[in-house]
């Protein structure tokens, strides 16, 4: 089992910057794909960005393309979201999750563990 705690959401004016961190517990997380995904209220959560268990593969939304990068670290048990040039259509809950499926990668029904969320705030 994987515990996730994601940290680093705040308010952050329109072209600004920033890291979300996803904090996980357990020996196994190297084995595990990561991915971000957000949810905006009244809105349905979306796919954000997702990278495999070697952080040699790595796939994102067309939202955020080019704007920002996924990353991790396996020796800290941290995957990483930077975000940058943030727009106001960017606020929503930002929520780290976990999985083992290699196939539909950007849906959120194929990763098991999630954390809490983190919330971010672009304002304009």
């Known amino acids: 089992q994987v515990q996730l705690v994601e940290s680093g959401g705040g308010l952050v004016q329109a072209g600004g910057s920033l890291r979300l961190s996803c904090a996980a517990s357990?020996?196994?997380?190297?084995?595990?794909?990561m991915g971000w995904f957000r949810q905006a209220p009244g809105k349905e959560r979306e796919f954000v960005a997702t990278i495999s268990w070697s952080g040699g593969n790595t796939y994102y939304a067309d939202s955020v393309k080019g704007r920002s990068t996924i990353s991790r670290d396996n020796a800290k048990n941290t995957v990483y979201l930077q975000m940058n040039s943030l727009k106001p259509e960017d606020t929503a809950v930002y929520y780290c999750?976990?999985?083992?499926?290699?196939?539909?990668?950007?849906?959120?029904?194929?990763?098991?563990?999630w954390g809490q969320g983190t919330q971010v705030t672009v304002s304009s």
């Open positions: 999750a976990a999985s083992h499926s290699i196939v539909r990668v950007a849906s959120w029904r194929e990763y098991e563990y």
């Open positions: 357990g020996r196994t997380f190297s084995t595990y794909r």
